[in-house]
Nanobody
Framework: QVHLVESGGGLVQAGGSLRLSCAASGSTISSLAMGWFRQAPGKEREFVAAINWLGGDTYYWDSVKGRFTISRDNAKNTVYLQMNSLKPEDTAVYYC?????????WGQGTQVTVSS
């Protein structure tokens, strides 16, 4: 069982930055790929970024490439999402996710609001 808790969300002006954290407990995530997703009001949840278990491979949705950076610290059992040059369209609840074989774990989400 993996318990994920996101933090670091908040209200920021367009062009600003935030760093989200996803702290895992209950089991180590060091061997798991991790991802960030987001869901804006009235929209479906969408993929944002992912990182492999060692941290050497990262993947981004086109709309965040060059602005967001996903990273991990396996010693701290934590995954991060550094978000720069934020835009109003980045406003959403951001969720951390991992899905080992046969399972799918989500955090409760953290709200990010970008004002214009």
């Amino acid at each position: 069982q993996v318990h994920l808790v996101e933090s670091g969300g908040g209200l920021v002006q367009a062009g600003g930055s935030l760093r989200l954290s996803c702290a895992a407990s209950g089991s180590t995530i060091s061997s798991l790929a991790m991802g960030w997703f987001r869901q804006a009001p009235g929209k479906e949840r969408e993929f944002v970024a992912a990182i492999n278990w060692l941290g050497g491979d990262t993947y981004y949705w086109d709309s965040v490439k060059g602005r967001f950076t996903i990273s991990r610290d396996n010693a701290k059992n934590t995954v991060y999402l550094q978000m720069n040059s934020l835009k109003p369209e980045d406003t959403a609840v951001y969720y951390c996710n991992t899905n080992p074989p046969g399972k799918d774990y989500w955090g409760q989400g953290t709200q990010v609001t970008v004002s214009s």
